[in-house]
């Protein structure tokens, strides 16, 4: 009988026979996968299923989570989509003990796992075998632990959850400073000798040799960052020269860890939302939009959001693409050297839509506008006729005028055309989204291939670009400040009235036990956020897809072979935000 | 031809330089059309019929910021009363993102807790201006101010702002909020008209007067500069300072309106309060010496 | 204080020298050239305040220098990690006297939202003197004005025979500090070679 019945339960197992013993099992959010077989079963997801995006990778930590053991504390989750055809993808999960967290690396499969796999690495521990370079990536050579296991304490540790019991109602809290030694947020590991203390030394960069460019020099190795005027933020890279050719680049984050996905867990699900807004700090309003869809999720009925509130969140949404594509055209024109006049005039246009988010949220970056099941108030008619003058009339004005003297301008063409090049396959298997992604010639734009919200509702186009290089990147963004017109014109005309929130406000968010993953196409790229929850009031794992660290896979192949002066064009059309990338 | 796409990109920039003239010249009025005097200063709208942006020449003029805006909390009081609105039901010490709001709630005589803070902190170098302290507050009592003039010469008095600093009037949060003070004045009125239950909060207990201060205060330790254009009184000293000048005293927090520090056991952080006050005061010994080093005390 | 001594008794409160103050911190207060440094969001709001609407220039501020040898306020603006404090030091060393910090912003004052981060130093003030300190998060560009405004006052009432940037002495600098398990001053490794080397007692623990 017991046979009988695993031999009717097995066909249930997706893609069972594709590769033997390598579908372990399944629960509702994904497949469990054995270690063994992983990178089998993902070149037959790769090559037969046509899965060649590998969205989000990441762990979690199951310590003390219900139904979970020592066995299989730690899970890596693997999101995998279709460029193609679009559509949901599919989830991966390969379970890990607790004495023994390894598993088998997917950069021969994925390169776009390289960085990703390097994060899980520095927070979890999690060795991925094969990986080239498994460093620390956000955290030095040397931090004591990984700090995301659930295990592990931050030096002002108070509680596991918030709220804190000590602020109220008797108020008389011991101030951080004052509970740890030091006075300040550091722990030091007992019996570790400060006296004999050596720093580890700097990262190196792997050195590509470009047949036929070498000048028989030596190697130079050039610093750049984390400050620089032209990293954008406090990034560094480590750049191997050859003469002026770059050989190679070693990116190097962390100057911005602001451990969004520690305080995450500890915060409750509402108390994120503004989290979120310093992310992308330039695009507060999609972040806040990804981070509740991603919730709603889990809510189920309840979050769905009424008409007037998911319109507005388009418009929202939209017109921060429009102020962050402004922003990082002027920035990119900034760092080809026209210091800060077209940046000026960018700026402009981003200060008319700064006041609008102001008069609606309250505050002009840090917006925090969007709630679980609606948006926090809703905008008068004054708001909407302002939003259309400005939609109608100045935005697609301003950006003729760009379009007028910048994409023919000769400086801009040579520095840019062929500069930066990335082929689409290449930009698929690196995990590149966005602007970036299009400007490589794939039409994948998650408003098409997985409409959310109610993007089917609009006509829109999705802006590709067969260039390949940054004067493509830098057209594509100009397109698609054209195309968001375009939706801003269709949302501004459809916006029903009604209520903007459903239910009653209150700040005590019910989840369902479970977990999402909700991504919004950004201004950046795909912005996702893949939360877990025990069905409590704080999130039990929060992570964060951010495009723009995502998209530093591909800054190393895109620079070698180019002149260091490329280099930073390169990176500007990138469009990294740091908040973003170190998270 | 080549050269013809950087000439015309000079033309435009040439463009905005005789428009931002003829913005200001020909049409005048344009830059003050929308503008109006105050006291505080001129206060600007963005004129919509322009093609670029008005400069805002702060401090002299200010950008008109709109009902919603937020900035630092602060605390209401009934102007006729000076009673506070503030129950201490804690809701946003709970809802606050980063926990910067603690609250101690107040007792009688017989020690049963009562509806009113004794004290009421924000830590401005914590505060996320997320909002939703006044969001989620049910009471109208905490609210979002405008004044962005916050900038001190010292942190540690300067920035953790207590029930004092944080009061103000409900008139000025009437002429802040105009819209929002309507409809919650409304909403007041008809939850008046409803008949209520017997026990009513708000006469029962005593008229509590604003001026005198609940708790001792510490003395201030530094004077920081107060000007005369904030409408509320500039943050005059707080809890705890590194090193305030002239002070000899000891150098833990024990002494302030802080809990002293248990003598056993173990904190959060894993370690016996024991030795982090030993360590405390020789970190603080060493933040004194180096302060001193610097030589950037500069006599005001 | 000591280095009043060079100046004579009966000059210290002189017309001439009060002209000369006078003068001399007007000159440094209207050509303040900050650093262009910018760390996270507050760095935004700095660059919009460098732009066309609120126009640092009208304070003389304009020329933002990438290099720290020609500047004289550095503008700390936003969350400073660990692993960016070192750099903030070194910088700070690498100034000029005289030289001015302002910490823009709830992170760069005390760590902010993000203060109970392990990779966040609960402020800039830790390591280097402040001298003004802006709330906000972020502060609006109005706001940051007015903290310039602020350490502007500051800077008017320093007086040429007490600014410490004259003294004889060699002015040391901050050690920079070293990233081990943990951020550390190598100044203090003998205290915390006093905790983590010796074991705590079991009394007390």
Not at chain 1, 45 to 52: A, H, I, K, S, Y
Not at chain 1, 441 to 464: H, K, M, N
Not at chain 2, 43 to 64: F, M
Not at chain 2, 223 to 234: D, I, L, N, S, V
Request: glycine share 8%; hydrophobic share 35%.
């Amino acid at each position: 009988m017991t046979d009988d019945i695993t031999t009717m339960e097995a066909p249930a197992l997706p893609y069972a026979d594709a590769v033997p013993g390598a579908v372990v099992g399944a629960d509702e959010f994904g497949i469990i996968v054995n270690r063994d077989k992983l990178v089998e079963f993902a070149l037959y997801l790769r090559n037969n299923e046509g899965f060649d995006y590998l969205s989000s990778l990441t762990a979690v930590d199951y310590l003390g989570f219900e139904g979970r053991t020592a066995e299989d504390r730690f899970e890596v989750v693997y999101h995998l989509f279709d460029t193609k055809k679009g559509g949901d993808g599919v989830v991966l999960k390969v379970r890990l003990p607790e004495d023994d967290p390894q598993l088998p690396s997917l950069i021969m499969v994925y390169p776009g796992a390289d960085l990703q796999e390097r994060e899980v690495y520095d927070f979890y521990g999690i060795r991925f075998n094969g990986h080239p370079r498994l460093r620390r990536i956000f955290l030095w050579e040397g931090f004591d632990g990984h700090p995301m296991r659930k295990d592990w304490k931050e030096a002002y540790y108070e509680a596991e959850h918030k709220p804190f019991k000590s602020r109220w109602p008797n108020g008389h809290y011991h101030w951080a400073e004052d509970r740890v030694p030091w006075g300040d947020n550091v722990k030091y590991p007992q019996g570790w000798d400060p006296n004999a203390f050596e720093p580890a030394p700097p990262p190196l960069p792997t050195i590509h040799d470009i047949p036929g460019e070498e000048i028989k020099t030596d190697r130079v190795i050039v610093n750049m960052g984390p400050q620089h005027p032209s990293t954008h933020g406090v990034f560094r890279m480590i750049v191997a020269l050859d003469g002026e050719t770059v050989v190679g680049l070693e990116p190097e984050c962390g100057y911005l860890h602001r451990n969004h996905e520690k305080i995450g867990e500890r915060n409750t699900w509402l108390g994120n939302i503004p989290f979120t807004d310093r992310l992308d700090y330039l695009s507060s309003m999609s972040n806040n939009f990804g981070y509740v869809l991603a919730v709603e999720q889990l809510m189920g009925e309840k979050g769905k959001p009424p008409e007037r509130a998911e319109y507005l969140r388009v418009i929202m949404a939209e017109l921060t693409r429009i102020a962050n594509h402004m922003w990082s055209i002027g920035f990119l024109l900034n760092d080809l050297g026209a210091f800060f006049t077209p940046a000026l005039y960018t700026i402009q246009e981003r200060e008319m839509i700064l006041d609008l988010f102001e008069e609606a949220s309250g505050s002009r970056m840090m917006c925090n506008y969007m709630r679980f099941g609606g948006v926090r108030r809703d905008v008068d008619e004054d708001w909407l006729n302002r939003c259309r003058d400005l939609v109608h009339n100045r935005i697609p004005a301003k950006i003729d005028e760009l379009d007028e003297y910048l994409t023919n301008n000769e400086i801009l063409l040579a520095r840019t055309k062929g500069v930066g090049y990335l082929s689409a396959e290449d930009a698929i298997a690196l995990s590149v989204c966005g602007p970036m992604l299009r400007a490589s010639g794939v039409p994948y734009d998650l408003r098409r291939s997985r409409p959310y919200s109610i993007y089917d509702r609009f006509e829109f186009d999705v802006v590709t670009d067969d260039g390949c290089d940054v004067y493509a990147r830098y057209r594509v963004r100009m397109e698609e400040m054209r195309q968001s017109v375009r939706i801003l014109k269709q949302a501004l005309d459809d916006i029903p009235e009604g209520p903007v929130f459903k239910g009653k406000p209150g700040y005590v968010t019910r989840v369902a036990k479970g977990e999402a993953y909700g991504a919004v196409e950004g201004p950046k790229g795909e912005l996702g956020f893949y939360v877990v929850s025990d069905g409590t009031d704080n999130p039990w794992r929060y992570h964060i897809r951010a495009p723009s660290y995502i998209n530093l896979n591909a800054l190393a192949p895109m620079c070698i072979g180019y002149k260091v002066a490329d280099s930073v064009v390169i990176l500007g059309a990138i469009d990294i935000v740091l908040g973003e990338t170190d998270r | 031809m080549f050269g013809i796409g950087i000439l015309k990109g000079l033309g435009v920039t040439l463009k905005h330089t005789v428009s931002t003239y003829i913005d200001d010249f020909s049409r005048t009025p344009t830059r003050y059309a929308d503008s109006y005097e105050t006291a505080a200063g001129r206060i600007l709208r963005q004129p919509t019929n322009i093609t670029g942006i008005v400069t805002v020449q702060y401090p002299e003029e200010r950008r008109e910021l709109p009902e919603n805006f937020r900035y630092i909390p602060m605390l209401l009081y009934e102007e006729e009363t000076g009673e506070d609105r503030c129950t201490a039901c804690g809701i946003c010490s709970k809802v606050c993102p980063p926990q910067c709001i603690w609250i101690v709630r107040d007792k009688d005589e017989k020690g049963k807790p009562i509806k009113r803070p004794a004290e009421f902190y924000i830590d401005a170098s914590i505060c996320m201006s997320c909002g939703f302290c006044a969001e989620f507050c049910p009471f109208d009592a905490i609210k979002m101010n405008h004044d962005y003039e916050l900038a001190v010469y010292d942190r540690f008095p300067g920035l953790i702002y207590d029930k004092d600093e944080l009061s103000v009037p409900t008139s000025y949060y009437a002429a802040l909020y105009p819209q929002a003070w309507k409809q919650e004045e409304e909403k007041r009125a008809k939850k008046a008209k409803k008949p209520r239950r017997p026990a009513k909060k708000g006469p029962s207990k005593p008229p509590a007067k604003k001026e005198p201060a609940p708790a001792a205060k510490a003395e201030p330790a530094a004077p920081a500069p107060a000007t005369e254009a904030a409408p509320r009184p500039k943050p005059k000293g707080g809890h705890w300072s590194p090193i305030p000048e002239g002070y000899t005293g000891p150098l833990i927090t024990s002494e302030l309106p802080l809990p002293p520090v248990p003598a056993e056991g173990v904190s959060p952080s894993g370690v016996p309060w024991k030795r982090i006050m030993e360590l405390r005061e020789k970190q603080l010994l060493h933040y004194r010496e180096r302060r001193k080093a610097e030589g950037k005390e500069i006599k005001l | 204080m000591a280095n009043d001594q060079h100046i004579p008794e009966e000059l210290q409160r002189n017309v001439f020298m009060t002209t000369v103050d006078f003068l001399y911190n007007w000159s440094r207060k209207n050509s303040m050239w900050p650093m262009l440094f910018g760390l996270a969001c507050c760095a935004i709001e700095m660059i919009c305040t460098a732009a066309g609407r609120y126009d640092l220039a009208r304070f003389g501020m304009e020329v933002m220098r990438p290099s720290p040898r020609q500047c004289d306020l550095m503008i700390v603006s936003g969350t400073v990690t660990k692993k960016m404090a070192p750099t903030i030091v070194r910088l700070y060393n690498q100034m000029a006297e005289p030289r001015y910090v302002l910490s823009m912003g709830a992170c760069a004052t005390g760590g902010g939202p993000f203060k109970e981060g392990y990779n966040v130093v609960s402020g800039i003030d830790k390591y280097i003197p402040v001298d003004v300190y802006v709330p906000g998060c972020p502060p609006t560009p109005e706001a940051l004005l007015y903290g310039i405004l602020k350490l502007h006052e500051k800077v008017e009432n320093q007086s040429v025979k007490t600014v410490p940037w004259y003294r004889k002495e060699t002015p040391k600098g901050i050690a920079v500090p070293e990233l081990g398990p943990d951020i550390f001053q190598p100044d203090r490794a003998e205290e915390i070679a006093m905790f983590t080397l010796r074991p705590i007692p079991a009394e007390e623990s």
